[in-house]
């Protein structure tokens, strides 16, 4: 066995183990928490992308959107990411990562449901009216998430001092006068 073989076998091996294990977990073996616990404290991978809830629900929200069209799931999923990237800016706050996520579901919900709703054609009232009332909630969501995040960041920019403000000030304006001999000429001097 050549040298070059043996770490790719270890890999398959320890990737294979981790496989059983994290099955094994998801089906609720008890026996396994102490080696689970071992392998989420060695990669944090494992926990960050699993436990994270509002992945989870964009990903089963999008399953549900693209059914078995992978090409639609596939585009959904980045343009999901594409999204919250935009939105995230340069250098988000946990905050605002968070309420980026949650614009984010939000958008796909609203549009999930206007889907839903162009298909409806010869649906009866009853499921037209709830797929409607779906959306609305959805859209209200949506802004709300919208007005949260906006307002966090307005909150989270620092105010102008006033030494900023001046310095600011637009001096191409007509009747604008800096120096003391303009000002002086202005100012009638009575004695």
């Known amino acids: 066995m050549s ?3 043996k770490p790719e076998t270890d890999l398959k091996d320890a990737q294979a183990a981790m496989a059983a ?6 089906r609720g073996d008890s026996s396994v928490l102490p080696e689970l616990r071992k392998a989420l404290d060695a990669d944090a991978r494992l926990w960050q992308s699993y ?4 992945l989870q629900a964009e990903a ?5 959107a693209a059914g078995t069209n992978l090409l639609l799931g596939e585009s959904l999923r980045r ?10 800016g340069e250098s988000p ?6 309420l980026v996520d949650s614009v984010a579901a939000t958008w796909l919900q609203v549009y999930y449901y206007d889907g839903l709703m162009s298909q409806l054609k010869g649906s009866p009232d009853a499921r037209a009216k709830m797929i409607q009332q779906e959306r609305d909630a959805a859209h209200r ?24 403000v001046a310095s600011r000030l637009d001096r191409s304006v007509p009747g604008f006068r800096r120096d003391r001999e303009s000002i002086a000429g202005t100012v ?4």
């Open 93 to 98: 706050s946990p905050l605002e990562r968070l």
């Open 21 to 26: 294990l994290l099955k094994r977990a998801e």
């Open 79 to 88: 343009k999901l990411s594409a999204l919250k990237k935009e939105l995230a």
């Open 3 to 5: 040298t070059s073989t």
């Open 60 to 64: 089963s929200l999008g399953l549900l």
């Open 141 to 164: 969501r949506h802004l709300v998430s919208i007005k949260t995040l906006a307002t966090v960041r307005k909150l989270l920019t620092p105010a102008l001092s006033p030494v900023d």
């Open 51 to 54: 436990g994270d809830l509002a």
């Open 188 to 191: 009638p001097v009575s004695n």
